[in-house]
């Protein structure tokens, strides 16, 4: 995945840039039995606008089954730290959240959500966090505020990015030439 040419003000999230996979993944619920491990592929993209485009295929790692579709936009704001993301899911539900990057860290809340009228339940706010540790794995963790239930933790999962070359030393060397 490039950076090439990277729109100014994606510069504090050219560390997201690319295609992950997931290392470990997890989905809970206080209205959930149990537990449910699920494998995710996704990617942020930079495709020429400011903006990342974003994909998710989250599937069954026993019999490689599609759960859950998402595709969207990341949108910076031209402070470079203000974010919109913007979703669509499979289940129905598309959501505007807007939120932060700070250092290594995307901090995302609900402002709009849109469910269908036939969706199995209701939304009623979301919280992501996107963050680079230490070992360059990408940790995300996603809240969900039910009718039923406050905003509680409902997804965590690590990846690892499946790039060859690092977004990080691609940046790092446009900046020593300027």
């Not at 994606?10 to 993944?25: D, E, M, P, Y």
């Not at 619920?29 to 495709?47: G, N, R």
């Not at 959501?95 to 939304?123: D, H, R």
């Amino acid at each position: 995945m490039t950076t090439k040419g990277l729109h100014a003000v994606l510069r504090n999230l050219h560390w997201l840039v690319g295609k992950w996979t997931s290392i470990s993944a997890e989905v809970s619920y206080p209205t959930m039995q149990k537990v449910i491990k699920f494998d995710e592929v996704l990617e942020f993209k930079f495709m020429g606008q400011p903006l990342l485009t974003y994909s998710s295929v989250t599937t069954n790692p026993q019999n490689k089954g599609v759960m859950h579709l998402e595709n969207g936009f990341l949108r910076v704001d031209e402070d470079q730290c203000t974010l919109a993301f913007l979703t669509a899911m499979n289940f129905g539900l598309a959501s505007l959240e807007e939120g932060y990057v700070k250092g290594n860290t995307v901090v995302l809340a609900s402002a709009c959500l849109g469910i269908m009228k036939f969706a199995k339940q209701s939304i009623l706010a979301i919280h992501r966090c996107y963050r680079l540790n230490d070992k360059g794995e990408l940790e995300y963790t996603l809240l969900m505020e039910t009718p039923q239930t406050p905003l509680t933790l409902h997804v965590e999962a690590v990846y690892r990015k499946e790039c060859t070359e690092s977004a990080d030393k691609k940046i790092s060397n446009n900046d020593k030439k300027k």
